[in-house]
């Protein structure tokens, strides 16, 4: 326990939300990307505590840990780094998490490769982190473990005869059965998640669909309560399965927005296109991501809407992601060629329809771009939630954009009321709801997002880590040692 009486919060996560990288032969620590980073950070920074998790080196050695202790004694939380070789990271990050539980998890099973290669080096892997968790931690600490690559660490905590407070939370979605049931190693899986206090999930369908899964593979199981959290009783243990919506800081995106430097930006952004109507798609670099298919939906706004030739600009900023991996580099070169394609098809002197960006931006040029579009296109073929949709809303300052949104994406569950749905595999339906979009009446547009912004400010990523807390140890941030009080009222 803290001087304060209080329990010690301990993150766990395939990555640490820095990384260490080789510059000119020396080391340093840089800041990482992505949406666990970008959810959890800003709590952990302001609530104090440690971070588990890889360095993204395999070779910095020595160096790694005095290089976070540097970094930690600005950040304001510990940092620990679990190293992993060459061989580990093949074959358990690329392999297990993102060969096999990635393109299964999101209904992609004819993208898996079942290795039983990978599955071991998963299990090892496991076993380290857990031993890594035993060792820097005490019984009073409560363990939250994130996501897909970490499912078997309430187990081997056990198997060591380790006893302490587990959560998990997944951040993609869990499969429906049948698609669940083609992992060869089902069972144990799903059984390793049993062995957590609390298990997370982004949606009331995810949670429903562990627990149909569950009962197939072990049946029996017997689930009491309803709501947000239930209990799960399971061969003489007990259990809960939760559902908790991730979110974003909104203040923190909503003060950028209304910074008059980023304000300004977006306005340059739009004189820069002359004052036409800006559709704009954010992501990460991935299949998941449904970019091919919305720049398909776009060649197909051009060509059944003529007249919005000239009037509209798509801007599709893609961050860097897994680009050792031949897959996504495959879809880099897809999604270049279409861009190529309709460019070529559609533009005229003075005016190019798509604007490609394949970088990571500063969070301040990205809510420029938020803050500067009229349309938001958010169109995962299927994602645990999707933050983008979120930050969009956050950045909309004006609230007179529109949110159109996959109904496969997470986030849909909670924002479907006022967001415009879309299915990412339906162009047509797509570039319809676009150019419906284009059209909506002003004051409509107002109301939907009010309340998307309503929505997101009131459920917020400190209501998300409040929710989680809550139901997992009965406690809420303000029983975590504080760095920085203020900063938790105001939200
Ligand atoms: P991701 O799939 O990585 O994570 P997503 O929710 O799509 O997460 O968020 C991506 C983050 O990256 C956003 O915060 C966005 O601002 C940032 N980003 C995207 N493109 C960028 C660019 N070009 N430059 C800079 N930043 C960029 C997983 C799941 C999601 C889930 C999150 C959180 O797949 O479904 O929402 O975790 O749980």
Redesign the pocket.
């Given at each position: 326990m803290t001087d304060t009486g209080m329990r010690r919060l301990v993150v766990v996560s395939n990555r640490l939300p820095v990384a260490l990288k080789q510059i000119d032969g020396e080391w340093t620590v840089q800041g990482g990307?992505?949406?666990?980073v970008?959810?959890l950070a800003p709590v952990l920074k302001n609530r104090g505590g440690l971070w588990i998790g890889w360095d993204g080196a395999s070779g910095a050695g020595e160096d790694s840990q005095r290089l976070l202790d540097d970094f930690s004694a600005d950040a304001g939380y510990d940092l620990k780094s679990v190293p992993l070789s060459e061989e580990d990271v093949q074959k358990y990050y690329f392999g297990f998490s993102n060969e096999i539980i990635w393109p299964l998890f999101h209904d992609l099973q004819t993208r898996c490769r079942f290795d039983p290669e990978y599955w071991r080096s998963y299990l090892d892997v496991n076993f380290r982190f857990a031993e890594t968790v035993a060792r820097m931690t005490s019984s009073d600490d409560f363990i939250w473990v994130h996501d897909y690559h970490l499912m078997h660490q309430a187990f081997f905590l056990k198997s060591m005869g380790i006893k302490r407070s587990t959560g998990f939370f997944l951040?993609?979605p869990f499969p429906p059965p049948d698609i669940f049931l083609k992992l060869p190693w089902r069972q144990k899986l799903i059984l390793a998640l049993t062995e957590f206090d609390l298990v997370g999930f982004q949606t009331t369908q995810d949670r429903d669909n562990f627990i149909k899964s569950l009962n197939m593979l072990s049946p029996g199981a017997e689930v009491e309560g309803e709501g947000a959290v239930v209990s799960v009783r399971l061969r003489g243990r007990e259990f809960q399965a939760g559902t908790f919506p991730?979110s974003i800081d909104f203040n923190q995106f909503a003060d950028m927005a209304g910074d008059p430097e980023v304000a300004h930006k977006a306005f340059q952004i739009r004189e820069a296109l002359k004052h036409r109507k800006i559709i704009i798609g954010?992501?990460?670099l991935?299949y998941t991501k449904g970019i091919p298919e919305r720049i398909l939906a776009i060649r197909e706004l051009l060509r059944h809407y003529p007249d919005l030739r000239g009037k509209i600009n798509f801007i599709q900023?893609?961050?860097p992601s897994r680009e050792d991996v031949d897959e996504y580099r495959d879809l880099r070169d897809e999604i270049e060629l279409l861009v190529g394609r309709v460019n070529g098809e559609f533009s005229i002197p003075g005016w190019v329809p798509v604007h490609y960006h394949y970088?990571?931006?500063p969070q301040r040029e990205?809510a420029s771009y938020y803050a500067a579009a009229d349309i938001a296109l958010v169109t995962p073929l299927r994602?645990?939630?999707?933050?983008?949709a979120k930050?969009y809303c956050a950045c909309n300052m004006k609230e007179a954009g529109v949110l159109i949104l996959s109904e496969f994406a997470?986030a849909a569950a909670q924002m479907q009321e006022w967001a415009y749905l879309v299915n990412p595999y339906d162009f047509e339906g797509v570039a319809k709801a676009i150019h419906r979009a284009l059209h909506w009446d002003v004051e409509e547009r107002r109301e939907s997002m009010h309340e998307l912004r309503e929505h997101v400010r009131g459920h917020n990523i400190y209501w998300w880590v409040d929710s989680f807390l809550q139901a997992g140890i009965s406690k809420n941030l303000q029983d975590f040692p504080a760095v920085d009080t203020v900063r938790f009222e105001e939200n």
């Amino acid at each position: 326990m803290t001087d304060t009486g209080m329990r010690r919060l301990v993150v766990v996560s395939n990555r640490l939300p820095v990384a260490l990288k080789q510059i000119d032969g020396e080391w340093t620590v840089q800041g990482g990307a992505g949406g666990l980073v970008t959810a959890l950070a800003p709590v952990l920074k302001n609530r104090g505590g440690l971070w588990i998790g890889w360095d993204g080196a395999s070779g910095a050695g020595e160096d790694s840990q005095r290089l976070l202790d540097d970094f930690s004694a600005d950040a304001g939380y510990d940092l620990k780094s679990v190293p992993l070789s060459e061989e580990d990271v093949q074959k358990y990050y690329f392999g297990f998490s993102n060969e096999i539980i990635w393109p299964l998890f999101h209904d992609l099973q004819t993208r898996c490769r079942f290795d039983p290669e990978y599955w071991r080096s998963y299990l090892d892997v496991n076993f380290r982190f857990a031993e890594t968790v035993a060792r820097m931690t005490s019984s009073d600490d409560f363990i939250w473990v994130h996501d897909y690559h970490l499912m078997h660490q309430a187990f081997f905590l056990k198997s060591m005869g380790i006893k302490r407070s587990t959560g998990f939370f997944l951040h993609i979605p869990f499969p429906p059965p049948d698609i669940f049931l083609k992992l060869p190693w089902r069972q144990k899986l799903i059984l390793a998640l049993t062995e957590f206090d609390l298990v997370g999930f982004q949606t009331t369908q995810d949670r429903d669909n562990f627990i149909k899964s569950l009962n197939m593979l072990s049946p029996g199981a017997e689930v009491e309560g309803e709501g947000a959290v239930v209990s799960v009783r399971l061969r003489g243990r007990e259990f809960q399965a939760g559902t908790f919506p991730i979110s974003i800081d909104f203040n923190q995106f909503a003060d950028m927005a209304g910074d008059p430097e980023v304000a300004h930006k977006a306005f340059q952004i739009r004189e820069a296109l002359k004052h036409r109507k800006i559709i704009i798609g954010v992501d990460r670099l991935d299949y998941t991501k449904g970019i091919p298919e919305r720049i398909l939906a776009i060649r197909e706004l051009l060509r059944h809407y003529p007249d919005l030739r000239g009037k509209i600009n798509f801007i599709q900023i893609a961050v860097p992601s897994r680009e050792d991996v031949d897959e996504y580099r495959d879809l880099r070169d897809e999604i270049e060629l279409l861009v190529g394609r309709v460019n070529g098809e559609f533009s005229i002197p003075g005016w190019v329809p798509v604007h490609y960006h394949y970088r990571g931006l500063p969070q301040r040029e990205l809510a420029s771009y938020y803050a500067a579009a009229d349309i938001a296109l958010v169109t995962p073929l299927r994602d645990g939630m999707n933050l983008v949709a979120k930050e969009y809303c956050a950045c909309n300052m004006k609230e007179a954009g529109v949110l159109i949104l996959s109904e496969f994406a997470g986030a849909a569950a909670q924002m479907q009321e006022w967001a415009y749905l879309v299915n990412p595999y339906d162009f047509e339906g797509v570039a319809k709801a676009i150019h419906r979009a284009l059209h909506w009446d002003v004051e409509e547009r107002r109301e939907s997002m009010h309340e998307l912004r309503e929505h997101v400010r009131g459920h917020n990523i400190y209501w998300w880590v409040d929710s989680f807390l809550q139901a997992g140890i009965s406690k809420n941030l303000q029983d975590f040692p504080a760095v920085d009080t203020v900063r938790f009222e105001e939200n």
